[in-house]
């Protein structure tokens, strides 16, 4: 199904050789992107396709984690709600957030799932350093935050941080899919319906929330741009 997709064939190929870098425009349903990276997983597993990076935008829905629990869905009527089988708790995907499916073989990369997700945790890191934004990894937290010194503190004198990206993955026959959301213009009050990541306290923000005028098109070229930085050339097939 990522046949319907149109490869991002107008960005500077800024990595060099590596995985097939697919946008879809418009909206799409997450049963539609499940069914797809099922698919693509299996074909990369046998051999048949190369390693990918879909990004995407979905309609607004929630997702539960393997690790989810049921008391931080706290308006479950108000999005679909869909199991999601990757790692993490809740979340909310829908417009306005860069979901970014890595569809990568991380058995030719090493087999160190830490490793890959710290990984990910860099290349977030190092796609909002484009745009002068400092992300911050904590420990116990899953994702990337930054700092708001521009608002109150927690009543225990805790800095307040937001989150401004999620990462949650799944491994088949070591090819890794579900992957990053980075959040560009949603409308934040749609997290409201969730405990996000199972995380209080801390609330979560956007690009353009904190005063950056970036579209989705600057965030993909910056995805493009980084990727190569941190995650090297692809490794050649196994014999």
Wanted: proline share 10%.
């Amino acid at each position: 199904m990522l046949d319907v997709a149109t490869p991002l064939a107008a960005l500077p190929d800024f990595a060099g050789p590596g995985p097939e870098w697919i946008v879809s425009p418009g909206l799409v349903s997450y049963e539609a992107a499940l069914e797809a990276m099922e698919a693509r997983v299996a074909a990369i597993a046998a051999g048949q396709a190369p390693e990918a990076i879909w990004l995407l935008e979905h309609p607004p829905l929630y997702t539960a984690g393997t690790s989810a629990r049921r008391e931080d869905l706290t308006d479950p009527g108000r999005f679909p709600v869909h199991e999601a089988r990757r790692g993490g708790q809740y979340t909310y995907h829908g417009p306005g957030q860069r979901v970014i499916y890595v569809m990568l073989d991380v058995g030719r990369r090493g087999r160190d799932v830490r490793r890959f997700v710290e990984q990910l945790e860099a290349w977030v890191i190092a796609t909002l350093d484009e745009f002068n934004l400092t992300g911050e990894i904590r420990e116990g937290r899953v994702g990337v935050w930054v700092a708001r010194p521009d608002k109150p503190p927690l009543p225990d004198g805790t800095p307040r941080e937001d989150k401004i990206a999620a990462i949650g993955i799944r491994l088949r026959k070591w090819i890794s899919f579900h992957g990053i959301s980075i959040n560009v213009e949603p409308d934040l009050s749609h997290f409201d319906g969730i405990v996000p990541c199972g995380i209080t306290g801390h609330g979560v923000t956007s690009l353009v929330d904190l005063g950056l005028p970036v579209t989705m098109e600057d965030l993909d070229v910056a995805l493009r741009r980084t990727f190569g930085e941190v995650f090297g050339e692809a490794p050649p097939p196994a014999p």
